[in-house]
């Protein structure tokens, strides 16, 4: 069983059993990915039930790419990039935010509960918030458990 | 929506007369307009070639059909054709997505206007008989329906419009060159109704799960809905018929069906008027329609944004807005 | 002949599906008529004429798996191997190379390989001849008919199939099946053929599945006149059809008009889709994929129409019929030319789905009319490359 420290408690939890959920991040090098990095070299607790996809940019990201990452059997995904502004190519992560706002939309639509779906933006140098962003959202996936039976 | 005028042979004569003097100056090598199919309850597409062809042409409130489907890049044959067409206000609406993108010629296009007073559900009307209907036939608020034993029912014609006729805005065409008839009377307050997936959009995750797979447990994957679909273009070389990136499975099940029915979605977001074109085609009855409509819904709701107004906008999401008001975590 | 009265008919569903699935039609949620397994208590539709699809789904699975595969590791510590593969690559490598000891195999991925097997005994119960006549079409195309290919996965579920036929009362419009050597109470392909008259059914076996069918104990012996009104039933649904066309020359005819220039008129309301093929009880095309994941998966069959562009598209990238109305030539041509060739029928029932459920309404008989005998105005050959010059292009990007 693995182990690891809440943070927002301070107790040490037990995460139930490695892949009880499945989380996908979808991280952007440039940004999310440096931020995820810095917290496991600052040796900030994260959970484990996470499988990151580095790509170079949230305006690579296609609404396709996380049904697809459901339909393959993801409980939950987490998309992050640079913050609004700050993108290495300028302007990708604006292009992003109308996409995945409207998936974000549209999710509930088909059946998804609203905690299983988060874009959010993680600088290179938010660890911290890095830490507290992927806690929180698998926090969130562990409650509603392992999505079973499901249309998509 | 109001009662009709059913004046609708004025506007079907209209139509004729337009279609002829365009082929007859040979502006157009063919037209397409709407005519009627192997019985009286059903109106299809019509080709027509030639001047003394055009009276196979009809107009009345069977005209579901979205021609602007037939621009569609590697639909017109010869390629380099020069088409005449007739478009209703929601079918102008994918003409315009489809200008705004340069993806017809714009040159090689002669538009008809069609005012259309909506458009009724064949396919509910055609249940009211367990045999065959044989002739639809409206008249002022009403609608009469044969069936094969020569039985006739009467149906209220507000009760047996297509749901987005019943909510539309925008019964004008919105983009043409000659308007057939005249425009009738627009709503004046242009505010969307989504009356129709309300229901849907209230009920609880788990049984939008369960519906979503019910209906999607029934669809063949014919790919009906995204050939009759207006604004999607990509033809033979759609994603999810892809075998590398592989998307969509070949298995046939809820799941992959669901997933395949996204591509579409996604694909046409911003651009899909919900002109209901992928509903009507779909010969097993998935409700595709809602899906688009609450898709539209917040497309307005996130940035007052409705697909196929204004020419010259551009596409919504080849696009952007520094002050987008949403994303701001 | 025996009769079977109405209130029996639950009876002889529910006897049937103690030794078997039954499979009837019955209307879903949205109204819509399918073929369904039938459990008891359900309602079985038969006022409709034709439900959407065809049932050749049941016998011609849309998705039929065949096997399942996979790689399993064996040999040498295959445990401990994979514990290494995983830390590192080059963990893996080292490992690989170091000597087994004696008696042991090295480590080696095996491939596993799983038959499925799913041909359950099944009755299709309430299907029309010409929905029957598909599976007597498809039998010659997947039975070895001729000597060719025999199709074990169709035909075991074939073979534990039972076809209970009704005769139609009332043809649609679109119905065409006498113009194709069929009937309204034809029994190509049944077993037991069931004729609607007041009060119940009257049962003719025509095989000796449809015979043991008539063991059950609701039958009675047709009574005065039943005989006579089953005959007036099938006599009155047979002249309701008028033949649309004439169906002698029609296989030569497409042959002769193949570069007809009216192929490009009658294809432009064709959207390329495959409804009419998936509604169509004949159509038999396939496509056959490796599902998998990472090195695991299924191999399956599935489907395929020939308005696919992946239908014909070859290795190298050229697709023979990348156009359109080559594709729609193809299916007419298929149906009623190519196949009366190769097997002693043709590939259509004439239950007029095709015409009904295509989006835009393509009359088959529109089309075999026009292009099925000599063009009456058809002018010489055009020269080489002429007409088809044109349309050529059509493959180009716009």
Redesign the interface.
Known sequence: MAQATDITTGTTASWDGEGRVKVVGILCNWCSYAGADGAGTARLRQPFDFRIVRVPCTGRI???HI??AF??GADGVLVSGCH??DCHYA?GN??A???????E??L??????AERFK???VSASEAQRWQQVVTEFIKGVEKLGPREG??? | MSPANGNYEAVEQRIRELARAALEEGRVDYFIGWTTGYNESEVIPGFVRSADKVDDLVWNPLAAYNLTTFLKRKMPDPPQAKIGVAVKGCDSRTLVSLLQENLVDRERLYVVGVPCEGIVNRRAVSKVFANEVVKIEVAGDQINVTNQDGETKQLAREDYLLDHCRSCNYPNPRYFDDLAGEAVPEPEDQTPMWREIEEFEALPEKEKDRLMAEAFEKCIRCYACINACPVCYCWDNCVCRSRQPKLVGQKVNAQENLMFQMVHMFHVAGRCPSCGNCDRACPVEIPLYLLHRKMNKELKEMLDFEPGIDLEQKPVFQTFDVNDPFGQH | MKFLPQDQLEAFLSHLAESAIVVAPQRDQDGVLFFQPWEAGAEVEFEQLLTRQSPKDYVFRQTETYLKFGYEMKGKAAAEEEEVGKKSKEGELAAAEEAPPEGEEPAHEVLQVEAVEDAPEQVIFGLRPCDARGYYQMDQVFGGYGGFYYDPYYMAKREATTLVALTCAQPWSTCFCTAVYGSPSGTDGVDLLLTGIEGGFTAEAVTERGEMLLGFGGFTEVGDGQADAAQTVKDEAFTAIDPPFEIEGVPQGLRDNFEDPAWHDLHMRCISCGTCTYVCPNCYCFNITDEMVEKSGERVRTWDNCFNPGYTLETSGHNPREQKFARFRNRFSHKFSYYPEKYDSLLCSGCGRCIRYCPTKIDLREVIRTLGQPHPDQAAPAEDGEAAGVHAQTGEDL
């Not at chain 1, 509930?108 to 509960?113: A, S």
């Open positions: 296609d609404p396709l049904l697809k339909e393959k609004p502004g302007e604006y292009y935010r109308r996409k995945l706002e409207l998936l939309r549209m509930p639509q088909l059946g998804f509960e874009y959010t933006w499901r249309a998509l």
